[in-house]
């Protein structure tokens, strides 16, 4: 039996930088590098950067 192709798209996990333990999930393409973006916390109540943690 054949393997089955790897999906186009991946599902990332946008964790908070401040530690608030708020998380953002994203579908982003397989071959694009991994994000990082600037998004509101509504638990810290304040701007974040947000990174990719793998999975």
Known sequence: ????????TIAVRLVSMALTGYYKTMIRPR???PLS????DPVGTFDF?????GK
């Open 37 to 40: 973006m600037l998004k509101y």
């Open 1 to 8: 039996m054949a393997k089955k192709a790897k999906s186009r």
């Open 31 to 33: 071959l694009h590098r």
């Open 49 to 53: 950067i947000t990174s990719y943690n």
